[in-house]
């Protein structure tokens, strides 16, 4: 169990490998967000924690193309190297993890059964995958199997379950302890909830009770650092998982490493400080994708990075259509640097916050939960290539 003693935080120490973080602190992948070019960001506010990279397909993995080679792109110094990869064919998916195993691409894999998306869920994948159990274990056997041998660690995460009347995390969190995974991560919403509403934290709390043995960690809901201590203490956890609480605040792994060492909770940040994190992370956006596509892409960034802060609308408006590097430096001088957030503005909802919402399945999919043989280990071993 997690304590607070005089403030700080005593916690099970996790681990990648050999690796252990200053800090029980995750950043979550995200699609679109968390390249390369966001890491290396949030790395030079907090290194030394775990920074996933933004999910990939596993036939993706297999079959390769240059937009897959461009998202699994690592920076040099950037350690360890974790990669989220989902789908919903055991086989598959172990011969992905092989093949980055055997290319010595990651360090570690993260295996996604949380993704709401319809694109995921209506192919049996993301979300979709913990309401079958029998499917649920042989995709994690034939990760943990594949990966092995080449001693990089496979940990989950995934949500409650598809809906309240289906809810799976409790049974997903002992089958992945079963199979040997290093941690699991809970998101405390359903897929049915997708992004609306509070996280429920007490299902954090009844699956770290259920799986005391395995470092549990929690995602949902953490705006600013003193949530994650709060998190920590009311569930029990063993850390966070960060998602939509960096966008436009990759300092927020800064204030984490210091709150959870027992230091006070920073400051929020000036549009000053502020307006110079926006140009580095355009300029690693710029080195990452090329300036036309770089600048199309941090534009939905500009729209985070402001939030709280009364800039006005004309500038919002004129951020979200940004196209060129220097245009960017334009209208970032025109910002007030004194200006401060408003009260609260850091805990105003960033990325979606849509929901409920229709999940999508594959026709008959809820109708055979459990119509899957399971493989034995050599089986396993030889369909992913081992």
């Not at 934290?201 to 995602?219: C, H, M, Y």
Request: proline content about 6%; some cysteine; overall charge neutral.
């Amino acid at each position: 169990m997690v304590r607070s003693v005089g403030g700080v935080v005593d916690r099970v120490p996790l681990r990648i490998g050999g690796f252990t973080p200053v800090a029980p602190v995750v950043l979550a992948p995200m699609a679109g967000v968390t390249n390369a070019a966001f890491r290396a960001l949030c790395r030079r506010e907090a290194p030394g924690l775990v920074y996933v990279n933004e999910m990939v397909m596993a036939a993706a993995v297999v079959h390769r193309n240059a937009k897959t080679e461009r998202m699994m792109t690592f920076g040099p110094d950037e350690h360890p190297r974790s990669l989220q990869v989902y789908g919903s064919d055991p086989a598959l998916l172990g011969r992905a993890v092989a093949q980055l195993c055997e290319e010595g691409l990651v360090d570690h894999v993260d295996l996604n059964f949380g993704c709401p998306a319809a694109k995921v869920t209506r192919r049996g994948g993301g979300a979709a995958v913990p309401a079958k159990p029998n499917l649920l274990r042989a995709i994690v056997r034939s990760a943990v199997r594949a990966a092995q041998p080449f001693g990089v660690p496979v940990t989950a995460k995934f949500r409650m379950g598809l809906f309240d009347s289906l809810l799976t995390h409790l049974r997903t969190g002992e089958i992945c302890a079963e199979e040997g995974v290093a941690w699991i991560a809970l998101h405390a919403r359903t897929a049915e909830q997708h992004y609306s509403g509070d996280a429920r934290w007490d299902a954090i709390a009844e699956l770290k009770q259920a799986v005391s043995t395995l470092p549990v960690l929690g995602n949902g809901d953490v705006w600013e650092a003193t949530d994650a201590v709060r998190m920590m203490e009311a569930t029990g956890c063993d850390g966070v998982v960060i998602g939509r609480g960096c966008l436009g605040r990759p300092w927020l792994f800064a204030d984490l490493v210091t709150v959870l060492g027992g230091g006070p909770p920073p400051a929020g940040r000036s549009l000053g400080e502020v307006r110079e994190v926006m140009g580095r992370h355009a300029d690693l956006l710029v080195e990452h994708l090329g300036e036309s596509l770089a600048m199309r892409d941090f534009r939905k960034h500009t729209i985070w990075y402001v939030t709280g802060y009364p800039v006005g609308p004309e500038v919002r408006r004129r951020l979200a259509s940004v196209s060129t590097r220097s245009e960017l430096d334009d209208l970032l001088g025109t910002l007030d640097p004194a200006l401060r957030l408003v009260p609260g503005g850091e805990r105003i909802r960033r990325g979606h916050t849509n929901g409920p919402i229709r999940v999508a399945l594959p026709d008959g999919y809820l109708d055979h939960l459990d119509d899957l043989t399971i493989p034995d280990d050599d089986h396993v071993m030889a369909l992913s290539g081992g």
